[in-house]
C-alpha cells in the first residue's frame, strides 16, 4: 500500500520560513517522480514544485521560484519543500504526491496516483 505522510505546516508570518516533508512508503522512492500541490483557500489545486526521481532535475511553478527548493533524500524515502519568505499569497493546503508517469507530465495533477494527507500552511501579514 502506498502512502505519502507529510509534516511541517504550521502558522507563520510573512517573510518567515518553514520546511515541508513528505514520506513515501509502498514504492520504490528511488524511482518515484514527486511533487508538490497546494490549494489556496476558495481557489483549485495548482502545481508547486516537481523533481525528477534522479534529483537532477526539478520544476517550479512562477509564483514560487526563487523562494522555495524542492529537493529529496533517497536514503529517507522523503522529499522537502523548502518554502522562504513567504507571503500570505502562499497560505494553502499543501500536497505532496507520486506519479508512475514521465517526468514529462510533472503539472499535471491528474496524473499522479497518491496523494498525502495535506498539511496547512497560513501566512500572516
Known amino acids: 500500500q502506498v502512502q505519502l505522510v507529510e509534516h511541517g505546516g504550521g502558522l507563520v508570518q510573512a517573510g518567515d520560513s518553514l520546511r515541508l516533508s513528505c514520506a513515501l512508503s509502498?514504492?520504490?522512492?528511488?524511482?518515484?517522480?514527486m511533487a508538490w500541490f497546494r490549494r489556496p483557500p476558495g481557489k483549485e489545486r495548482d502545481f508547486v514544485a516537481a523533481i525528477h526521481w534522479s534529483g537532477a532535475i526539478t520544476d517550479y511553478a512562477d509564483s514560487v521560484k526563487g523562494r522555495f527548493t524542492i529537493s529529496r533524500d533517497n536514503a529517507k524515502n522523503t522529499v522537502y519543500l523548502q518554502m522562504n519568505n513567504l507571503s500570505p499569497e502562499d497560505t494553502a493546503v499543501y500536497y505532496c504526491?507520486?506519479?508512475?508517469?514521465?517526468?514529462?507530465?510533472?503539472?499535471?495533477?491528474?496524473?499522479?496516483?497518491?496523494w498525502g494527507q495535506g498539511t496547512q500552511v497560513t501566512v500572516s501579514s
Open positions: 504526491a507520486t506519479t508512475p508517469s514521465s517526468y514529462a507530465s510533472r503539472r499535471l495533477d491528474r496524473e499522479y496516483d497518491y
Open positions: 509502498g514504492r520504490t522512492f528511488s524511482r518515484a517522480n
